[in-house]
């Protein structure tokens, strides 16, 4: 009986923990619909509108976005689509994908762009940036010096190098 | 000076020579499998692979293969570019997601592998000094791929509550915490992708109730950063 008693305490004190458990949702705008998407296979190497662009204002891993974010980007000439032209310097959004920084023994930061718009038209293409990979000559320093009565601890604080997006490169992105 | 030089040379190939297990190799007791099971398992693997490698144009070259070992664990490798699921893995997933999830974040180490110096030779050194970086990167680019494909990501958290475990700290472990992975994948989907966590068909599975559950102090922290539009990173538990 005491046994019973016991069990049926705990249960009671240990529902209000599991009934506390809350989840505080994202809003979302009402457009965006989560989309079952229908495997066909599809031709994905078509020819489509080479589109070239260049960022508005530089982006570094220094001072990193947050991925999520989205980026200006400008079209470098004029472009048409269908029926439509787009002149030189028509605002294309890129948005950031994922960003990781810099690390010591040589590792770079890098960043990757991706989803970019021009007028609501999805567009092809991605920008992935990787900053100088020094680990291609630290990390053999660092272990022939770790042999050396372990001197190649003095190669640990070297880092890789800041991925950059800068103002005058031209990347291209498709539409199709 | 012949032996130090050999000895010193053979130090530097062992370190080339990680492994970028996605989990933990926990033994797992199960009973012969048969040949026909073993073939619709592949099926099943090669099948969701292929269709993340095609709806994402993915443009580096990937193969996938079940391996009937019994070990809770998944791997990429980098020299063969081969994407490897074993039996205990698999036996653990529930749904066709969870596959996606799984072999999404391996597709991402796969596609990781090509870049960089000798096609690719040098990323894994960085692989070996900084694994964490890349393990969540390839969580973060198994939900863009997974939502690419036509997945759930929400998939991906659940997948990582049920299959992987939890270490004291990650400070030796070339893989952080589970619980910190999934709070990064969480806020990840959250701000790219939160029509899947609104609209949540996992919403009432065990093991996503469970995260809610042990996560309910991440996601205070979480909700801090949202409530302060703060850009800071935040250091999960």
Redesign the interface.
């Known amino acids: 009986m005491k046994k019973l008693f016991a069990t049926v305490c705990i249960i009671l004190t240990g529902l209000p923990s599991i009934a506390e458990i809350t989840e505080v949702l994202p809003t979302i705008p009402n457009d965006i619909k989560i989309e079952k998407r229908v495997y066909i296979a599809e031709d994905t190497t078509k020819p489509g509108v080479e589109i070239p662009i260049r960022i508005l204002s530089p982006v570094t891993t220094k001072n990193p976005p947050e991925e999520g974010d989205f980026l200006d980007f400008v079209t470098t000439k004029e472009i048409k689509i269908g029926n439509k032209t787009y002149p030189e310097g028509t605002i294309v959004k890129g948005r950031v994908e994922t960003v990781s920084k810099n690390f010591s023994l040589g590792v770079p930061g890098d960043i990757l762009m991706a989803n970019f718009t021009l007028d609501k038209y999805p567009l092809k293409g991605q920008i992935k940036k990787v900053g100088a990979n020094r680990s291609i000559w630290v990390d053999p320093c660092f272990q022939i010096g770790i042999l050396c009565l372990g001197a190649g601890v003095i190669f640990m604080p070297i880092r890789g190098g800041h991925a950059k997006i800068k103002e005058k490169e031209v990347f291209t992105v498709y539409y199709r | 000076m012949k032996k130090?030089f050999i000895?010193?040379m053979l130090?530097?190939c062992a370190?080339l020579a990680p492994s970028f297990a996605a989990s933990f190799t926990t033994p797992f007791n199960s009973d012969v499998i048969e040949l026909k099971d073993i073939v619709a398992m592949q099926a099943k693997v090669s099948e969701v692979g292929v269709?993340i490698l095609?709806?994402n144009?993915i443009e580096k070259r990937t193969i996938f293969r079940f391996d009937s070992g019994k070990s809770v664990n998944a791997h990429s490798s980098f020299r063969d570019r081969e994407i490897v699921i074993y039996r205990g893995l698999y036996t653990l997933l529930d749904d066709e997601n969870m596959l996606a999830a799984v072999l999404s974040h391996e597709i991402s180490h796969s596609v990781e592998s090509y870049?960089?110096?000798f096609r690719g030779y040098?990323t894994q050194?960085?692989y070996?000094?900084?694994p964490k970086?890349y393990e969540?990167?390839a969580d973060?680019?198994a939900v863009?791929y997974m939502v690419g494909?036509?997945y759930?990501p929400v998939a991906l958290i659940v997948v990582m509550n049920k299959a992987f475990s939890q270490t004291r700290y990650d400070w030796c472990s070339s893989h952080p915490l589970t619980s910190r992975r999934m709070m990064e994948v969480y806020e990840?989907i959250?701000?790219?992708y939160?029509?899947?966590?609104?609209?949540n068909e996992y919403k009432n599975h065990p093991y996503y109730?469970n995260f809610?559950?042990i996560s309910?102090e991440n996601?205070a922290k979480f909700?801090h950063k949202i409530e302060t539009n703060s850009?800071m990173p935040v250091l999960y538990l």
């Open positions: 130090f000895a010193a130090m530097f370190s269709k095609n709806k144009e870049e960089g110096a040098f050194v960085n070996y000094w900084a970086k969540y990167m973060k680019r863009d494909a036509g759930n990840y959250y701000k790219k939160p029509q899947y966590l609104a609209k109730v809610l559950l309910k996601r909700q850009k």
